[in-house]
């Protein structure tokens, strides 16, 4: 018997690389540079690799 939790989760089959999130949703759409995006987020380049 399964509960209703189990019944209502979803699975996620292709979860988006949080990478691919960056690009899409913050440094193109607010038409950043990588450069720029660091700068406010205050990481450095290496960490804020976007694939």
């Known amino acids: ?3 209703t939790i189990e ?3 979803m ?3 292709s979860p988006v690389h949080p990478g691919r999130f960056l690009r ?3 440094i193109l759409a ?3 540079t ?3 995006a ?10 804020f690799r976007v694939f």
């Open 1 to 3: 018997m399964k509960t």
């Open 38 to 47: 660091v700068k406010i987020l205050r990481v450095s380049r290496l960490t």
């Open 11 to 13: 699975r996620m089959l």
């Open 24 to 26: 899409f949703e913050v």
């Open 30 to 32: 607010h038409d950043l």
């Open 7 to 9: 019944e209502n989760a």
């Open 34 to 36: 990588v450069t720029e």
